[in-house]
């Protein structure tokens, strides 16, 4: 991993991923019976996600989202979604955290397997970090997220 993992190539795919998460949005909805909701907002572009989970059995049974924003806001609702199913708690705040690292420029390895097969895919959000207010857009999905699991209801990036 010496090579600048923004390389040409590695760029394009990761546009192509946005986009199609950004156009074709995975669990755009609310969840039945959601034991907890969080409302996520980014003033600095208008972005706003909602956040319902349901939590069963110590782990994430189902997790959607819906809102209004930006293609990075959706795409990365949407490939949060995608990643969190079954996962416990604790490996979504792990995730939810590696994913504030790459967007902001640093390194992840993540010791578990199973999660660092998610971070290949979410990697592809780390094209913002050259576009530091776009940030925010990628990483709000998480906040509210994390302030889902934790029962608030309104996560911001303003903080
Ligand atoms: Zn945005």
Redesign the pocket.
């Known amino acids: 991993m010496n090579a600048d993992p923004l390389n040409d190539d590695l760029r394009t795919l990761y546009q192509d991923i946005i986009l199609d998460h950004g156009k074709h949005p995975r669990n755009f909805r609310v969840v039945e019976h959601h034991t907890c909701k969080a409302q996520g907002n980014?003033p600095m572009?208008g972005?706003r996600v909602n956040v319902t989970a349901r939590l069963a059995d110590g782990k994430i049974a189902d997790v959607a989202f819906e809102g209004k924003?930006?293609a990075?806001?959706i795409a990365s609702a949407s490939m949060m979604t995608d990643a969190l199913k079954d996962q416990t708690p604790d490996a979504a705040r792990m995730l939810a955290h590696a994913v504030r690292d790459i967007c902001t420029g640093k390194d992840v390895q993540l010791a578990d397997p199973a999660l660092a097969l998610h971070m290949e895919k979410l990697a592809a959000l780390s094209g913002v970090r050259q576009f530091p207010v776009?940030v925010k857009?990628a990483t709000l999905p998480w906040h509210a997220l994390v302030s889902c699991l934790e029962d608030k209801a309104q996560a911001t990036t303003e903080k």
């Open positions: 980014n572009c972005d924003g930006c990075i806001s776009r857009c």
